[in-house]
């Protein structure tokens, strides 16, 4: 009993309390959104509200059992929960497909009785618990790349299964944001931006693939990328590394060869997809021997870097078209603005901007929601459920719930850098990071921002399997908190 005592008395409580306010919130919002005259009760089981305050009330038993485990036997057993975790993700397409046709093209939902749980959203505590493990010993340190395979590997397994044979795009590229782990462990920035450059290129590259130029053949977006890393090269020498002769040079090869082809395209076509590949691996050898001679740092990897990306944007469009399904293909295309459809692919995102925008600054008031109570905006009650705060709460609600995620996640942070031993701080940060990814990229597709991709709102969404998955991942850390006194 003395011990029970101790963790309620060490417990974060602004962290508890935060929570707390964001799932009673949301719990409203679930009601608003799936409001109808013949159920008035919010404790009523035959709709949603009902439902996910049993959700709210199991969680709450979850998240007393965790908090009563010892702390050690997180870290002890990470491995073995990893292990099944993964052994589940494989099982769970393989099952969806014997027992149902999936949901919504998605095979992620094990169906047990009345209830359907979705294994992936508990995946990412014990991906976390697993990355921790393995990064929170104190040989440990990212000093060069092979320091990462491992913590890279334990990432992308998971993240492959869930996006291949489970379908499910929007909760496997959540596990992305553990890079941002990495990161604070002591991974390069360089790493960090050129994933900003990946995800660049990728967008011009669909956006302007069937953009004809106006001379000779190839693609306006290709053409577009290979200038950008030409850019890169040559800022790197200009400015990084101070070689203004050299990068004067570079730029005059890159003119004279562009200029040269330009001459040549009035008599005989040319295309000019090959030529700036060719310019784009000519100015990457220059590099490699200006690296050479005066031994630049990290000029070797930008090399490297460019040649990756000639053979990564001509396989982009591929990719794009090969891989994606149809209407997550229709969904980049929608916000790209390369097609138009209100009434097909864009309409949800539409009638989400719709809801908000009519909400103004205080709202129409709880239940007074036309888009709202004529289901005019699918999945409301789910991915949607911010456009409900922003037409019955208004702009203020909407405000109001950004403030308590930004304060959640600035707390969970403080709380991060005040952990004394590795394993605890890594774990941390995997769950600021998880949490940081759902609300941006939610609250950013709803707004019209970002596609659709399909990922819940932490605490506040309509779910057993991700309020339960939520619940899991803060408790451990609000147990592994409780214990930093006692840490040398």
Not at 22 to 30: A, H, P, Q
Not at 79 to 107: D, E, F, M, Q, W
Not at 127 to 156: C, F, H, S, T
Request: glycine letters at 8%; a positive charge; hydrophobic letters at 50%.
């Amino acid at each position: 009993m003395a011990r029970n005592t101790n963790i309620v008395q060490s417990i974060d409580k602004l962290t508890v309390l935060l929570v707390f306010l964001l799932s009673i919130f949301g719990w409203c919002n679930i009601y608003g959104a799936s409001y109808t005259p013949e159920s008035t009760n919010m404790f009523d089981f035959a709709n949603y509200a009902g439902k996910q305050f049993v959700w709210m009330l199991t969680a709450i038993g979850i998240a007393t059992i965790i908090l009563i485990i010892d702390h050690k036997a997180y870290e002890y057993f990470a491995y073995i929960i990893y292990a099944i975790a993964i052994i589940v993700l494989i099982i769970t397409p393989i099952v969806t497909h014997s027992v149902t046709n999936g949901v919504k093209g998605s095979y992620s939902f094990i169906p047990i009785g009345p209830l359907k749980l979705q294994p992936a959203e508990f995946s990412k505590f014990a991906i976390a618990l697993a990355l921790a493990k393995y990064m929170g010993r104190q040989e440990y340190k990212i000093e060069n790349w092979r320091d990462l395979i491992v913590p890279a590997l334990i990432i992308l397994v998971p993240m492959f299964i869930i996006m291949v044979p489970q379908k499910e795009t929007g909760t496997a590229l959540v596990l992305a944001s553990l890079i941002f782990v990495l990161y604070r462990e002591g991974m390069s920035g360089y790493v960090l931006l050129a994933i900003f450059a990946l995800a660049l290129l990728s967008v011009i590259v669909i956006k302007y693939n069937n953009a004809p130029l106006p001379l000779g053949t190839g693609d306006f977006g290709f053409l577009i990328c290979m200038i950008l890393l030409l850019s890169i090269e040559f800022f790197h020498l200009l400015i990084k590394q101070r070689k203004t002769k050299e990068a004067l040079i570079m730029l005059g090869g890159v003119v004279a060869i562009y200029g040269i082809s330009l001459i040549i395209n009035i008599w005989k076509t040319v295309n000019f997809n090959i030529i700036s590949a060719v310019v784009v691996v000519v100015a990457a050898i220059f590099l490699a021997i200006i690296t050479y001679k005066y031994r630049l740092k990290y000029s070797y990897l930008l090399v490297f870097f460019n040649i990756i990306m000639i053979v990564y944007c001509s396989l982009c469009n591929y990719a794009f078209e090969k891989i994606l399904l149809p209407h997550q293909k229709n969904r980049i295309e929608q916000i790209l603005g390369i097609i138009d459809d209100p009434s097909g692919v864009g309409y949800n995102s539409l009638q989400a901007k719709i809801a908000i925008a009519t909400g103004r600054i205080t709202g129409k008031g709880f239940h007074e929601g036309t888009q709202t109570q004529m289901k005019y905006v699918p999945e409301q009650h789910t991915d949607f459920i911010y456009c409900t705060v922003g037409e019955e709460w208004g702009f203020i609600g909407t405000v109001g719930v950004l403030i308590l995620y930004t304060w959640l996640l600035i707390h969970l942070i403080k709380m991060c850098e005040r952990q004394r031993n590795k394993f605890s701080r890594i774990y941390g940060y995997s769950v600021v990071s998880i949490l940081f990814f759902h609300v941006a990229i939610n609250i950013g597709m709803v707004i019209g921002l970002l596609p659709i991709i399909g990922i819940p709102l932490p605490f506040f969404s309509y779910g057993g399997s991700s309020l339960w998955g939520f619940t899991i991942l803060i408790s451990i850390f609000l147990k592994l908190d409780t214990e930093r006194v006692n840490e040398l």
